[in-house]
Structures are given as structure tokens and as C-alpha cells.
């Protein structure tokens, strides 16, 4: 309403109370009550001509007031302040007009002091309230006018306009206001307003900000200023705070309070809001003035706590994705979503567009930001796919050596597979400096998350457990990306001495996280570098227990996870090897057979030996190894894609390379002096055994020739034998699976090249070397009984398959047999005045079956082949002779898998002897009956046991290795030799002392021999007896001439037992009993002659009609309880030998610091038989 209309209101109710009160006109209420708000105002002006008024006339005023009063139209409050007091004494409003007027004097005057005292303390008087009105209206001009004509106080205004832009910090007329004033006075005004601002000071430093970019303030100038006064000692105080938590997170202290703890991690993770100086850099790095800070932020690279104030990282982080958006933008896609698009106002900044600008920003730009780019997850995820497509890898390698990987410790597990895109394409002796840069790194809060990370990874390991296994995969992610290395790092620590959680934590590793999984084998070296532990246990004489368990975790990790790059691995062999340091080839046998699903059994059975002449089918069923091989099918096929690559300026690849320096180690093994004779033995065949279980699992992948020869080099028989220096035995084994028949020439030429000076013929010697055990052995009879098997344990599709691939396979074989057959006896041409015997043994059969054991039955299956076949002039029995007269005492000069190899030969070959002697008797026909009579040939048969005999009682009176190869032997050869009783007692006279040693091994051993060589030949005599009594059952009496043969054997049983009292004098000690009882345990001997007790171990004597002992029955070992040994293993007895039964409590072995008491199956002896 404007003043003309508030005029004509008042105007209309004047006359109209007026009339009312001249007139005598009746009032109109509603126009009363319509303005009821302006009727003060028109009484007044009726009352002011009160003194013209007549008596009438003021008794007619008088009533109109108190009709309006009693109608509750007027208030007696505004009536006191609107109408003159006379006219409110006649009204009876008032009692005493003279002590109102005071009273209202009084009031008057109070509220004008007041006024005043408001205005003086607020310094508010009209100009400022006007000028507050002016910023509000953003009128520049109207501000500056205001000031100027009131004249206010610079200073005042400059700390209106101050405060008022901090609650609008976006509008420019307060820099257009401030820029009016002296900028002097400016940088005081902000200092003493700064220095006022305790606790929140982000408004101010936004506005600082704004007026330092427009020129109004110098950033130098209001810096002294700003709390706190040096950042360097804010930086030093963090620092030892950082370092005190370390120390304290590094104490295990057992049931401890961990809230201290926790609250002093809190305060290192905890935001500073009061920190000015780190405030004002936020804001003006938001603000797009980089230009002004970077000089300081240059200067205190490293020294100040950027992620301590709230919103100075982000702020950063921001302006970094603004720069590299369109390059960002521009990249191969699909790019990863983040967050939204960042915008930033114009200034000392623009955004790039080219590799080349950009790359010189981020050299500047990330050595001031450092890792804690892993606070902003969106800034680390395109920073990582701008650095994966930079052409510049130098500086992208130092990038994320300082800065990327390091920062992950910062970031949330969402980030790894972006990082893990950038270093997918990076060499693995990158990756690996990345990873150990990152582990190591000893600066700042990372150091303090790497203490919570190991402290959390403990806890985790404690309760992880078959049951949880899905829970603790869950609960590992949470934490392992702070710091992967750490983890994995304390895992293998964990393993090393609790082997039983290798599948455990194999098996929670999460399976998406290549990154997690590449950091597994640079920990494992990592850790095999700093270990101090010995490889070596020179009481147990084998690999230390703790390289075994992580040979054993490596291979099931790479099984598991058989993407992951092992070229690392295989190249920390390879480097190893090539120094010598042969232990870590362990680490490769794992890997070989876990991967591969092969892994043959070092103890053979009869009925693994027989199916070494089968394909890989057969072996496949012999060794159970079906559903280790249906589940790595996968692995396998990763394992050879490894094997196949070359380290970077190399000719061969890995498979060559490992196989070649593992064939070089053995062989230098075979000069050292100065070490232990069977740690010596346990190297070499292990070196031995990993190469050849490399060769057979590329023989399994590469079934043709030449697939597999295209991993050797040319003239490949040549070149390791004179270049790389490998024996003939192992370029043959390595090379074999290359052979093409069809170029058996080539072969020969090599041969002729590497043994100039040999008198074999070169055709003799090449078939020899070429062949292997599937091309003249037939195993028909083995195929048909797997095949049966498999169809008595029911037929489903599964079985028929391997059914069918059985039978496939055996008519290949049977082909392939034949053409070698064939093969052989069109080539093999022995001159008749030609003496090979000798120089066979030596150049051939000897150093070939010391290779494998395949090679050994080969050697033997070899010598009955080229009889089957009936070569001419062939010298089988000198042959024969002279392997046993210079193979079996090499038992004095061999390792233990050797002696286990020729053990295999001569059992092979006693087999053929015995075949072919069992063949003159049944007159079918015998191979040797064109070379000499049956006579003749038994009485060879029998040279041929006394020369074994002779052999070994000299060797079992030798040295403990020489000792121990000899009961190896026995115990390969047993099921053949002894073949009579005096050749038992021969052996057991030699037997007998080494029960009593003090070797634990060669007291096991000696004693199964011996038990069992004493078991064999007592059932042999009972069973003679009992066929003799069913002949004769009317007289059982014997022949007189059969009594005298017996009368003579008690005589020289007799004088035996003398023999073994008198050594029994040498061997005093009493034995231990094995049974654990009271009462003493008597054996029963076969030179007792089931009638006197010469090892009579109690000491009393019984007659000779007297049972053997109440308890043991007739059998001596029938009620035998066997003893656990020190490793926790139960011997038994079998028919041609003793095998372990291992107990899977956690009673067993505790010799090897296993705090939880669990059984490893791996931590045994090497008491293989």
C-alpha cells in the first residue's frame, strides 16, 4: 500500500468517526472491524482537535472509545501509546495525567539509552545496516556509494564484507567490494580473523582462497599468519607417533587389551580440521591454483601429513583426473566406470591432451600427491589406465614403483585388478622389485597398516579350518589388499612349521585376484633368499623339513592357481643350479608332479614294474593316478606352455635348460670330496629323479616325435654330449622320446661322433640306446587284467572309455612291439670273433639301468629279446657273467636309487634265468639249449647265485653305505634270490650283526631282511614236509639214502650254530624287545632245524620237544606286535618285502619343531625299501 491510499484510508475513517462524534451518526461496526488495524491512527486525529470540541462533542468521543473498547475493537495498551493524555484521563484510561507523563518520560528515556548502547557496542548504525542490504542486493556501485557517503570504517568494512563472503563464498561482488579497499590492510584483517578461528576454519579459508587468486592478499604474506607455525615439526611429531604404534602393533603380548591400541591408530588415522596452513592449500589447489602452491608443496615433498586435513587429498585427486580427462577419455575402451566427471573453474592449470605434456605433469605432479593417491579410488583407477597405455615405460615403471603400489595400501580391493592391468605386461624382475618395494616400504601410515595387516592375517590363520574355509576367503579379501606381500609372507612362516595348512591356505586365496596371485611366488623366493635356516638335515640325511613344505606349497599353489606366471620359479632354479646349489630341485619335482597329475611312487610294486612297459594308459591305471590327472588337465597344459619358453637371451628353452643343468649337477656331484657321502647320494637322485620326471611328462604332452624333438636343438645328441657335457645315459633318456625310427642314420652318425674308440657294433650299440622298455616287452597279460578289473567294479561310461583306450593302446603296442622285433633282427649283425661282452657292460647296460627304473628292466628285457630272437653270436652267458661280476660290486661306489635300480636288473634277469631254466626242466624249449646242454646251463645257474652271494655277504661286512645298498639289493632281488638255504645262511650270517648297530635305517632294514629270509625258507621246509607225508601216507618215514642227506645237514647245522655262538661273544648286546611286553620274545631260526633254540633270548634252556612258545603259535611272526620307530611308522611283513604303515594321528614324529603336534607326511627319513 502506498502513502496516497494509506491517506485516503485514514482520511474516510477521520470523517466517519468525526460525524460520529458532531453528528451523532451511529458508527458502522464493520467498517470498524475491517480496519480495525488504522483505527489508533484515525482516534488520534479525532483527539487532536479536542480542546475545539464542545461538551457534546467530547462526551460523544468518550463514548464512542468505550463502545470500541467494550466490543474488544480497540486495545487499552495502544491506547495509552496513541492518544493524549487528557483525552485518556476522560476516558478514566488513566487515574493521574502528571504521574503518566513521568512514568512515559522514563520509559522514553530508557529506551533510547538502550538504543544508543546497542548501536554503540554493534557499531551498527544506519550506513552498515545498508550496507549489509547493498551485498545482499549484488549491486557493486550501491555498496561502494554507501560507503562513501556514510563514511564507514575500512577496516569494519572489510570484516563485514569478510564475514558475509564466507557464507556466500561463491558471489563476486564481495571481490569486487574488497578490491575497492586498501589491500594493506587486507592481509591484517585476514591474520587477525585466522588467528580467531580455532576449530573450523574451511569458510575462511575458502575466502582467503578466492582473494589470494584475485590478486587481494599475497599468499606469502598471510602465511606467517596460519596455525600451526612449522609443518616440518607437526611432520616430526606424526612420525614418532607413527613409529611408537609400530613398536607396539610389533609386541605379541597374550591377552592383552587392545583398545590402547586402537585408539592410538585412531589418532594417526584421525582428521585435523584445525590445521590453517593445509587448509588454505586445499582450497586454492580446488580452485585451480596450482601455480601458487607448488613451490611449497615442492619444498616439503615428503615432509607434510596430506591426508591429516579433510579434503586436501581429495582436492588433489580431483584436480589430477580434471587434467588427464581427455587423454583419459581418449584411451582403448572399454573404460572402467568411475565416478562423475570432475569440472574445475579456469587457472594456472589446463587440461592435456597429448602423452608427451601429460607426461611431464605426472614426473611433477605424483611425487607431491605420493601414495595417497590410494585415498581417492576413482583417481587411482584412471591414473592406472592412463599409465597402462603410456608409451614412456621408465617413467611409468618409477611411478609405480614409488607411488602406485605402494598406495594400494590406501585403497579399497576394488582398485587391485586395474593395477593389476598395468603390470600384467611388465617383466616379472619388475613386477617382483615392484612387490618388494611395496613390502619394505618404511614410511608413514603404510608402515602402521602393515602391522595391522600381519597382526589380522594371524588371526586369520588361527581360526581358518576345513569347516570355515568359504568364511575365511571372505574375511582375507577384507584386509589382504593393504598389503598382499605381508600376508603371503607371514603364510609361508606359517606353513613352514605347520605343513597341515598348506591346502587350507592354498585353497582361501581368492580366485579372481591374479595381483594376489603374482605376489605368491616373488614371496616364496623372497623367502628363500632371507632364510637362514639349513637346507639340509644331516640327522635325518635329507632336504631340511622346511623346504620341503614349501616345495610342497609352491606346487599346490600352482595347481590351484595355474594361471599365474612361474617363469620367476623356474628361473630361480635354473640360476641356482647353475651355481650349484642343487637343493631347491626339489622345488621343481613338486612342480613337475603336481601340476601334471604325474607322479609315479618311488616304491614300485609288482605290479607298477610290470606296467613300466606299457603306454601312458596303463601306468596311469598302476599308479592310481585317474583323477589326479582328470583335474590337472588345465595345469598340465600351463606347466608345458612354462616349460616351452626361453629366458630373455637364451637359445634353449626352460624344459632343456632345467633338464641339462640337472643332469650337469649330478654328474659334478660324483667329484666332490669334502661332503657327506649320502647327503650326496639323496642330491644326486633327486637331480636324477626330477630330470627324468621332466622328460616323461614332455614325452606324455609331445606323443609324437616330432613334437618333442622340436624342443631339442639340432644334433641333439652331439650337442649335450660335447657341449653340455652330460653322460651318454642321460643325453639318451632326454633325447629318446625324439627318435624317429626312420632317421635312425642320424643316430648313428651322433654315436659314431661322441664314441669313436667303441668295438661294439655301431648298429648294435645305436638300437641299443634308441629302444626303450614298450618297444620289447609285452604286457598283454597286465592290460587284461586292469580291463578286468575295471569291468568288475561296473561298467559306466566312464570306465568303458578307459576300457576302450586300453585296448587301443595295447594293439598299438602289439604293432609296435613286432616292428621293433623285426627291426632288430635285421640290424643287429655280431661278428663271430667280436668280444662286446665287457665293453657292453661298461659302455652299455651299466651306466644305462643306473638312469631309471624303467632303463633298468629295459637292460635285462634287452639280453632276453636278442635271445628270443636268436642272434647269431650272441655271448649271453659272458654277457650274463660279467654283469654280475662288475655291476653288483658297484653296490660299494652308488647312491641308494642306484643300488634300488640294480636290484631291479638283477631281478629282472634272475626271472629270465629262472624262466629259462624252468623251460629246460619242463622241456618246452629254451633259448640257450643251441648254446649248451641242461647240465650245463644249471650248473651256470647255479655260478650265477653263488657269485650274487659271495658278492654281496662281502658287501654287507663293508662300510653303512655299502651296508645299506647291499640290503637294498636283497630286498629288490627277493621275491628270485636266495633261491636255497644255503644261500639264506650265508646272507643272514652277515645279516645278523647289523640288527645291533647303531644306524636306525640299517637296523630296520636289516631286520626285515633277516625275519624275512627266515620266514621264507621255514614255510619252504613245511611245505616240503607236508607234500612228502601225502605221498607216503602209509609210512612217513623218509629214505635211508634221504636220512643220511639229513643226518649231514644236522652236522652242519651244528657246527653253524657254533659259528654264531662264537660271533655271538662279538655281538654281546641283548636285543631290544620289539612287542613292548614283560615276557622275552623268542625267534625261531632255520638254522635251528626246527628242534633247538640257538637264539634262545632268555637265556634258559627247554628241550627240544618243548613248543617254540605258547603265545607265538607255530609261525614265529604270527603273534609278532610290531613297534612303531622313532618317525612314528609301523613295520609290517609282506611276501616279498615290508612296507610302512603310517599313523595319521598327531602322535607321530615331533623331532621337527611342530608346535601343534601334527603328523607331515613329508617329514619322514628317507626309509624307502
Request: with cysteine; glycine share 6%; aromatic share 8%.
Amino acid at each position: 500500500m502506498d502513502d496516497s491510499e494509506l491517506y485516503f484510508l485514514l482520511s474516510g475513517l477521520y470523517k466517519h468517526l468525526r460525524k460520529a462524534v458532531t453528528d451523532g451518526e451511529s458508527l458502522v461496526l464493520d467498517i470498524v472491524k475491517a480496519h480495525s488495524i488504522w483505527i489508533y491512527d484515525a482516534l488520534w486525529l479525532v483527539g487532536v482537535e479536542w480542546d475545539n470540541m464542545s461538551n457534546e462533542q467530547t462526551l460523544r468521543y468518550q463514548r464512542v472509545i468505550e463502545t470500541l473498547l467494550k466490543l474488544g475493537l480497540l486495545d487499552k495498551d495502544l491506547l495509552l501509546v496513541h492518544l493524549d493524555e487528557n483525552v485518556l484521563y476522560s476516558c478514566s484510561l488513566i487515574k493521574n495525567v502528571d504521574q503518566f507523563k513521568k512514568r512515559q518520560n522514563i520509559v522514553r528515556t530508557k529506551f533510547i539509552f538502550e538504543q544508543q548502547k546497542y548501536n554503540l557496542i554493534r557499531e551498527e548504525p544506519e550506513g552498515f545496516l545498508a550496507l549489509f542490504a547493498s551485498l545482499r542486493s549484488e549491486n557493486k556501485l550501491l555498496a561502494l556509494d554507501l560507503i562513501g557517503t556514510y563514511d564507514l570504517d575500512p577496516n569494519r568494512v572489510a570484516d563485514i564484507v569478510i564475514t558475509a563472503f564466507e557464507k556466500d563464498p561463491n558471489n563476486e561482488i564481495f571481490i569486487q567490494v574488497l578490491q575497492a579497499l586498501d589491500s594493506k590492510i587486507l592481509d591484517h584483517i585476514f591474520g587477525f580473523k585466522f588467528q580467531n578461528t580455532i576449530e573450523n576454519c574451511k569458510p575462511l579459508c575458502e575466502v582467503a582462497a578466492q582473494c589470494i587468486k584475485a590478486g587481494l592478499i599475497g599468499f606469502h604474506n598471510i602465511w606467517a599468519y596460519l596455525s600451526p607455525e612449522r609443518l616440518d615439526i607437526v611432520f616430526l611429531e606424526y612420525e614418532t607417533l607413527i613409529q611408537k604404534v609400530k613398536r607396539e602393533l610389533d609386541v605379541v603380548v597374550l591377552n592383552a587389551d587392545n583398545s590402547a591400541k586402537e585408539k592410538e591408530v585412531g589418532k594417526l588415522e584421525g582428521k585435523d580440521a584445525g590445521n590453517q596452513k593445509l587448509g588454505l592449500v586445499a582450497e586454492l589447489i580446488r580452485i585451480n591454483c596450482w601455480d601458487i602452491v607448488s613451490d611449497l608443496m615442492k619444498n616439503f615433498q615428503g615432509k607434510m601429513v596430506l591426508y591429516s586435513y579433510p579434503g586436501l587429498v581429495e582436492a588433489m585427486c580431483e584436480l589430477l583426473e580434471w587434467v588427464i580427462e581427455p587423454v583419459y577419455q581418449e584411451l582403448p575402451k572399454p573404460l572402467p566406470i568411475v565416478g562423475k566427471v570432475v569440472t574445475k573453474p579456469s587457472g594456472s592449470l589446463s587440461q592435456f591432451t597429448t602423452f608427451p605434456s601429460l607426461q611431464q605433469f605426472l614426473l611433477e605432479y605424483l611425487p607431491i600427491l605420493g601414495t595417497n593417491i590410494g585415498f581417492c579410488e576413482d583417481t587411482y583407477i584412471k591414473i592406472c589406465k592412463v599409465l597402462q597405455h603410456c608409451p614412456d615405460k621408465d617413467l611409468v615403471h618409477d611411478l609405480l614403483l614409488k607411488y602406485i603400489i605402494p598406495g594400494q595400501t590406501f585403497a579399497s580391493p576394488q582398485v587391485v585388478r586395474s593395477i593389476w592391468l598395468t603390470l600384467s605386461d611388465i617383466p616379472y624382475l619388475k613386477r617382483y622389485s615392484f612387490y618388494h618395494s611395496w613390502k619394505n616400504y618404511s614410511q608413514g601410515l603404510i608402515t602402521v597398516r602393515q602391522s595391522l595387516t600381519i597382526r589380522e592375517t594371524r588371526a586369520w590363520i588361527r581360526r581358518i579350518s576345513r569347516e570355515n574355509i568359504d568364511k575365511g576367503r571372505e574375511e582375507i579379501i577384507k584386509f589382504m589388499h593393504k598389503g598382499t606381500c605381508n600376508v603371503i609372507q607371514e603364510i609361508i612362516i606359517q606353513i613352514v612349521s605347520y605343513p597341515n595348512l598348506i591346502s587350507l591356505c592354498v585353497e582361501s586365496l581368492p580366485n579372481s585376484s591374479y595381483l594376489y596371485h603374482d605376489m605368491v611366488p616373488y614371496s616364496i623366493l623372497n623367502y628363500l633368499n632371507t632364510c637362514s635356516k639349513p637346507k639340509l638335515d644331516y640327522h635325518g640325511i635329507g632336504i631340511a623339513l622346511w623346504l620341503q613344505n614349501i616345495a610342497l606349497f609352491t606346487g599346490e599353489f600352482f595347481r590351484t592357481y595355474y594361471k599365474t606366471e612361474m617363469i620367476g620359479i623356474l628361473s630361480h632354479i635354473v640360476e641356482c643350479l647353475s651355481v650349484g646349489q642343487v637343493v631347491e630341485i626339489c622345488i621343481l619335482k613338486q612342480i613337475l608332479s603336481k601340476m601334471s597329475g604325474w607322479n609315479p611312487p618311488e616304491n614300485l610294486t609288482e605290479k607298477m614294474l610290470k606296467s613300466l612297459a606299457g603306454g601312458p594308459k596303463l601306468k596311469i591305471a598302476a599308479y592310481n593316478l585317474g583323477e589326479d590327472r582328470s583335474r590337472t588337465t588345465k595345469s598340465s597344459g600351463a606347466l608345458i606352455c612354462a616349460l616351452q619358453k626361453k629366458r630373455s637371451g637364451e637359445k634353449l628353452n626352460f624344459a632343456m635348460e632345467l633338464a641339462i643343468l640337472a643332469g650337469q649337477q649330478a654328474k659334478a656331484l660324483l667329484f666332490s670330496e669334502s661332503a657327506n657321502f649320502k647327503v650326496l647320494g639323496v642330491l644326486y637322485d633327486n637331480l636324477v629323479g626330477s630330470m627324468i620326471l621332466l622328460v616323461d611328462i614332455l614325452s606324455l604332452q609331445f606323443s609324437k616325435a616330432d613334437e618333442y624333438s622340436s624342443l631339442l636343438p639340432n644334433q641333439s645328441i652331439v650337442v649335450l654330449s660335447q657341449e653340455h657335457h652330460l653322460p651318454l645315459p642321460l643325453v639318451m633318456y632326454i633325447v629318446r622320446p625324439g627318435i624317429d625310427i626312420s632317421k635312425f642314420d642320424s643316430i648313428i652318425d651322433q654315436l659314431k661322433i661322441i664314441t669313436p674308440d667303441s668295438h661294439i657294433p655301431i648298429k648294435f650299440f645305436a638300437i641299443f640306446w634308441a629302444l626303450s622298455l614298450l618297444d620289447i616287452r609285452s604286457v598283454e597279460s597286465q592290460y587284461e587284467l586292469e580291463i578286468e578289473n575295471l569291468r568288475n567294479s561296473g561298467v559306466t561310461t566312464k570306465t568303458q572309455t578307459i576300457i576302450d583306450q586300453l585296448g587301443t593302446e595295447l594293439t598299438f603296442l602289439k604293432h609296435r612291439q613286432n616292428f621293433f622285433a623285426d627291426f632288430i633282427k635285421k640290424n643287429t649283425q655280431i661278428p663271430h670273433d667280436c668280444t662286446i661282452a665287457i665293453e657292453l657292460v661298461q659302455k652299455g647296460i651299466y651306466p644305462r639301468l643306473l638312469c631309471s627304473p624303467s632303463d633298468a628292466l629295459y637292460c635285462a628285457c634287452f639280453i632276453e629279446t636278442i635271445m628270443r630272437l636268436q642272434i647269431p653270436d650272441f655271448p649271453v652267458f659272458e654277457l650274463i657273467y660279467q654283469c654280475i661280476n662288475l655291476i653288483l660290486p658297484c653296490v660299494h661306489c652308488c647312491t641308494e636309487g642306484e643300488a634300488i635300480n640294480i636290484g631291479l636288473f638283477f631281478l629282472e634277469l634272475l626271472k629270465i634265468l629262472t624262466m629259462w631254466k624252468n623251460g629246460c626242466d619242463d622241456g618246452k624249449g629254451c633259448p640257450v639249449l643251441r648254446e649248451m646242454s641242461i647240465k650245463d646251463y644249471k650248473d651256470k645257474y647255479a655260478q650265477y647265485h653263488q657269485m650274487i652271494v659271495n658278492i654281496l655277504a662281502d658287501g654287507l661286512k663293508s662300510s653303512y653305505l655299502v651296508q645299506k645298498n647291499c640290503l637294498n639289493v636283497i630286498n629288490r632281488i627277493f621275491s628270485e634270490f636266495p633261491n636255497n638255504k644255503e644261500s639264506a645262511k650265508a646272507l643272514l650270517v652277515c645279516i645278523e650283526p647289523l640288527k645291533d648297530v647303531n644306524m636306525e635305517d640299517l637296523k630296520l632294514i636289516a631286520q626285515r631282511i633277516y625275519d624275512n629270509l627266515d620266514k621264507k625258507f621255514s614255510e619252504k621246509k613245511v611245505e616240503v614236509q607236508e607234500k612228502k607225508v601225502k605221498e607216503n601216507p602209509l609210512n612217513p618215514q623218509l629214505p635211508m639214502k634221504r636220512k643220511s642227506q639229513e643226518a649231514q645237514d644236522e652236522k652242519g647245522k651244528e657246527e653253524l650254530g657254533k659259528n654264531i655262538v662264537n660271533r655271538g661273544n662279538l655281538y654281546s648286546k641283548n636285543p631290544r624287545q620289539r612287542d613292548g611286553s614283560n615276557h622275552e620274545h623268542r625267534e625261531r631260526s632255520i638254522k635251528d632245524d626246527g628242534n633247538r633254540d640257538v637264539n634262545n633270548r632268555d637265556g634258559n634252556n627247554r628241550k627240544p620237544s618243548e613248543p617254540h612258545n605258547k603265545d607265538h603259535g607255530q609261525r614265529p611272526r604270527d603273534n609278532y606286535k610290531p613297534k612303531d620307530d622313532r618317525d612314528g611308522n609301523r613295520e609290517r611283513s609282506g611276501d616279498y618285502g615290508y612296507e610302512r604303515i603310517r599313523r595319521n594321528d598327531h602322535g607321530g614324529n615331533r623331532d621337527f619343531n611342530d608346535k601343534r603336534g601334527h603328523r607331515n607326511i613329508d617329514s619322514r627319513k628317507d626309509h624307502r625299501y
